[in-house]
């Protein structure tokens, strides 16, 4: 079998990140969304939940490195400062 093309790999990535949420497995969804963001970085969507369990864990760096390019596009919750640990 031959591996997966991009789009069916961002696709598996994309339901593997929902099940381990689902889950709450939140280490492997951060990793999951980590890795679904840099392959789809027009994937605003992608980058908000990973930015929401970068806060849930108090990641402010990862916050951080994640938002610098679609901060400017954002607007309401999205913009909020992470939460203080």
């Known amino acids: 079998m031959d591996a997966p093309r ?3 790999r961002v696709a598996l990535t994309r339901k593997a990140a929902t ?3 689902r889950g709450n497995r939140m280490d492997a969804a951060r990793r ?3 890795e679904l963001s840099a392959r789809t ?3 605003l969507d992608a980058r908000l939940a990973l930015a929401a369990l ?6 402010r760096e990862a916050l951080a490195d994640l938002l610098v390019d679609p901060w ?3 607007s309401g ?3 909020r ?3 203080e640990s």
Do not use: F, K, N, Q
Not at 54 to 59: L, Q, S, T
């Open 6 to 8: 991009e789009a069916e």
């Open 19 to 21: 099940t381990t949420v």
């Open 32 to 34: 999951l969304l980590a």
């Open 41 to 43: 970085p027009e994937d």
């Open 54 to 59: 970068h806060r849930e864990a108090g990641a």
């Open 72 to 74: 400017p596009r954002l």
């Open 77 to 79: 919750a999205a913009v």
């Open 81 to 83: 400062p992470p939460r």
